[in-house]
């Protein structure tokens, strides 16, 4: 190691999930250990997704990172505890055509940069920090050449955010809780991939994408210290939900799995309400979206899509196909427009093909769209403009890619720094 020039880089990418059995609530807050199970599923990383550069050199003179172009403190205990864990794991690493070997000592002397970037909102309760977290932990394990497998991965991603260890897989993922005090047995495994039940379509409506007031790890304090209907909940509801959520994946049963995650999502907000002071993560737009669903569900007899909202007022809204899902966005679109000035290509964003579908090419036609037939009695009187910010169209993904060459890399080659 005595040649000080050389730079070793590695970049993935890491989806998000949005779970349709919650995980809330942990009963160890250093290791990130829940208090039940929880179930999600992956979305595709082509809309929604984090991107991860890691980098070694011996010129490094501290361990830095970059969140999306700003730099941050590497001084959290979480970062601290997802490097330490997979320095202790790290191997050998040649590259001849760059002349670099490092030995497996060696890794505790260097220092690592990292940059990273979502692309989508930062803690507005889309997972951002799941992906995040899942996605440093998968690069610095292929910079650092650690055999663990994913599995074993996803535990050392829990202690940076519990739900990142879910997205360390693709398609439908439950994270176990665990029974060991040093959380050895609390880590993700994939239940189906994503190929399994791809018929499902999910659009998500940005509600907001201000930062929460409540954090996810506050919030959960909370609620584990006040609210009895976690407990209850943690207890008596969960463990046969992930049962019967497990055989509606497996099945590919949408009304039941429609069923489920609407109750769950409701029941979470609930133990939300529950805890002392109450704690409020969804809005107006948020329970209009839930009482149009509603509607649309009862008066079909059998539900047409699942919603679900996580620790923010964003919706996602699950549709069994894509048949479904261009009248899920036809009404979305009657109920929440854009603005007059807005750019339909901005306002409908990721798969964009669904608009088309839906026949929807200019505003003209979202003006043109008549009320869903559910409504007719109610009309709502007033269209709520600039409500929604945007929606996503996307779609159950894959799990974590590694890039092949530094083409997509956010650090520059020669310096390490930030492009």
Not at 111 to 121: D, E, G, Y
Not at 293 to 321: C, H
Not at 341 to 357: C, E, N, Q, R
Request: one cysteine or more; charged letters at 20%.
């Amino acid at each position: 190691m005595a040649n000080k020039n050389w730079i070793l880089m590695v970049t993935a990418q890491t989806p998000t999930n949005i779970a349709v059995i919650k995980y809330w609530g942990k009963r160890d807050e250093t290791l990130i250990l829940p208090i039940n199970d929880s179930i999600s599923v992956t979305l595709d990383p082509e809309h929604l997704c984090t991107t991860t550069t890691v980098a070694v050199s011996p010129s490094f003179e501290s361990d830095k990172m970059w969140l999306n172009g700003k730099e941050i403190s590497l001084a959290g205990g979480r970062y601290q505890s997802c490097l330490r864990e997979i320095r202790s794991r790290a191997n050998d690493v040649e590259d001849e055509e760059k002349g670099i070997s490092i030995k497996k000592q060696d890794w505790d002397k260097l220092h690592v940069h990292i940059a990273s970037f979502n692309n989508f909102p930062t803690a507005a309760g889309l997972a951002s920090s799941a992906a995040g977290f899942a996605c440093l932990v998968y690069s610095l394990a292929k910079l650092m050449n650690v055999k663990e497998e994913q599995g074993k991965l996803s535990a050392i991603a829990r202690q940076g955010s519990g739900s990142a260890c879910r997205s360390l897989f693709g398609g439908f993922v439950k994270w176990i809780m665990g029974n060991e005090a040093n959380g050895s047995d609390s880590m993700a495994v994939q239940l189906a991939s994503e190929t399994h039940w791809d018929d499902l379509v999910i659009i998500i409506a940005v509600v907001s994408s201000r930062q929460k007031e409540t954090s996810s790890t506050s919030g959960m304090r909370e609620s584990v210290d006040t609210s009895p209907l976690l407990h209850y909940r943690s207890k008596e509801v969960v463990p046969k939900r992930i049962l019967q959520m497990e055989e509606a994946i497996k099945t590919r049963d949408f009304p039941s799995f429609a069923k489920l995650t609407c109750t769950d999502s409701n029941q979470f907000h609930a133990v939300c309400l529950d805890t002392s002071p109450p704690i409020f993560y969804m809005n107006d737009t948020s329970h209009r979206i839930i009482s149009y669903m509603e509607k649309w569900n009862r008066s079909q007899g059998t539900p047409q899509v699942a919603y679900t909202f996580d620790a923010g007022p964003n919706a996602v809204l699950i549709a069994p196909n894509r048949k479904v899902a261009t009248l899920l966005l036809q009404r979305l679109l009657f109920y929440f427009p854009p603005s007059a000035d807005t750019d339909l290509s901005s306002f409908v964003i990721g798969d964009k093909s669904l608009l088309k579908d839906a026949g929807i090419n200019a505003m003209k036609d979202v003006e043109a769209l008549t009320p869903p037939p559910e409504v007719q009695d109610n009309i709502p009187s007033q269209k709520s403009k600039g409500d929604v910010s945007y929606f996503i169209c996307t779609r159950p993904g894959k799990g974590p890619v590694l890039f092949a060459d530094d083409s997509q890399a956010l650090l520059h080659p020669e310096t390490g720094l930030p492009k």
